[in-house]
């Protein structure tokens, strides 16, 4: 952890480039840094794209698209790294769809949420290579 | 937002037609009404659904399928307008399977959660259309 | 309702075998007891796999691959409950998965979330199957 997962309309599925996006969001949570130390370890990082086939968005217009984010983190970090995170994330997606975004109807949106402290379960030989 | 998200079981994929259930959602969504104003935008819907290909239901029978419906909203509708949101959802999702649950195993379900007040970004070009 | 929702890496399609996990996990919920009785109704247990095409493990590398898990089951069952239900599917996780350990990058997940109190609608013929 931390899971990032992107839903889309699948209108986007040949124009919208999910596996640099993927790419670019995994090195920006990276990249996050409090108090001189990265926030989130390279080896729980996992970024994943889902495209929904069927769909309707506002009115069922058919010149519209999106994409929802949710970022699911480990409880505890500061509501400051949290919302640093996402401004983060947010402008690289508004980036990656910027010459989208004129053409044609787009809702893109990013939630932030925490697993519960409670049941999480984690088998995982990443972290290993990156010590 | 709100966003709605189906989750069904493949085979459903050729009978359930999820294009048509997700418009009539999206209306349904658009309709709702408390104190004679709409309760959720139109620029903010958004309704997708996503195929499960491997499943199992109960006991694995195979003479069984699935509809499982998430609505997320943002955080401070009331309980009366949720509930009321809930039950026309639903109402539109029993009526468009009915058919299918006389012949068949058929769960549905729908849970409504509210977006975490902290974390959300949204950029969003349809809700101008619509003004 | 339990719910239990997989998603991994596209790169698992042909070697993860997801439809007999999925098997094997409705079994596991179908096993737990608690006070001598079963802890899940049959008719509510439902597992489901998403494969998602596009996503980026940790720094990108290729060998790399993941499965997270996604359980929600109704509020009330006691933290010790929850917690051999999480240690039962998870060691289900571990097992299946445990030659594709030894051989490449994989990260395996699991949490448990409660459906929230106010709002879930159901509509099952399933259950009377089971009486």
């Known amino acids: 952890m931390p899971h990032l997962t992107l839903e889309y309309s699948a209108n986007l ?3 919208g480039d999910f596996g640099t996006l993927c790419q670019q969001l995994a090195q920006t949570l990276i990249a996050q840094q409090a108090d001189g130390k990265a926030v989130y370890p390279i080896g729980g990082v996992r970024v994943r794209a889902l495209a929904a086939l069927d769909y309707c968005i506002a009115d069922g ?3 519209a698209a999106f994409v929802h984010a949710t970022l699911k983190i ?3 970090r500061s509501n400051d790294t949290q ?3 996402g401004d983060a994330l947010f402008e690289v997606m508004k ?3 910027a010459a989208i975004y004129q053409q044609t109807g787009l809702a893109l949106s990013l939630e932030i949420n925490e697993f519960s402290e409670s ?3 984690k088998h995982n030989n990443l972290h290993a290579r990156f010590r």
Do not use: I, M
């Open 13 to 15: 599925q040949d124009t």
């Open 61 to 63: 217009r058919p010149d």
């Open 74 to 76: 480990g409880a505890g």
């Open 83 to 85: 919302k640093r995170t």
């Open 95 to 97: 980036n990656h769809f």
């Open 119 to 121: 049941g999480s379960w």
